[in-house]
């Protein structure tokens, strides 16, 4: 890095070359292995390029770098945070089931009103659920979000996120075996 700010364009190919690994392993404990880990990557490596001239010769170079890093990453996750609490509060039970509603008709084969049926009993179960366990299952199990951005939006622990989503996929499990309703 020393050479780099002394204007050795090539010692500065070589060091962002090197980190890059580095930084993609924090990358991916922040983030998981999913497709953000590669732009996330980028972005830090132009928040160091910006600031480059802020790095202390006298210092080790990785504590400086790994702070950046978990600093950019933080700031990364905070952003998603902010995008999907507003998607989640724009979200409401019967919402998450509109794209698999079918309305049946008597045009259709059994199996897609049958489906429709079944839709609209899941749709009802999950209505009944506590709002904990319906928040929970909705972030984990139809958005799919990982534990840590589920826990992040919802404002739970990961254990508490855990806990109620076991709870809720039991309370349903018991509810869809149930004889449907009529």
Not at 40 to 48: C, K, R, S
Not at 70 to 84: F, H, V
Not at 98 to 111: A, K, L, N, R, T
Not at 152 to 165: D, E, P, R
């Amino acid at each position: 890095m020393a050479s780099a700010q002394d204007g050795d364009q090539e010692a500065y190919r070589v060091l962002l070359h090197e980190i890059t690994p580095y930084l993609r392993a924090i990358a991916r404990r922040y983030l998981g292995s999913g497709d953000g880990v590669e732009d996330a990557v980028q972005d830090i490596l132009l928040t160091v390029h910006g600031i480059r001239h802020t790095y202390d010769r006298g210092r080790p170079f990785k504590p400086w770098l790994s702070t950046i890093a978990s600093r950019r990453l933080i700031d990364l996750l905070r952003g998603r945070s902010r995008r999907l609490r507003h998607e989640v509060e724009n979200l409401d039970a019967e919402s998450i089931f509109d794209s698999y509603v079918i309305e049946p008709s008597d045009q259709q084969p059994d199996h897609v009103v049958a489906r429709a049926q079944e839709v609209r009993e899941m749709r009802r179960a999950v209505e009944g659920l506590s709002a904990r366990q319906r928040e929970a299952v909705v972030l984990l199990r139809f958005q799919e979000l990982t534990l840590s951005e589920a826990a992040l939006i919802s404002k739970q622990s990961i254990g508490a996120l855990k806990v109620a989503c076991h709870r809720a996929l039991k309370s349903l499990e018991s509810i869809v075996r149930r004889d449907p309703e009529p």
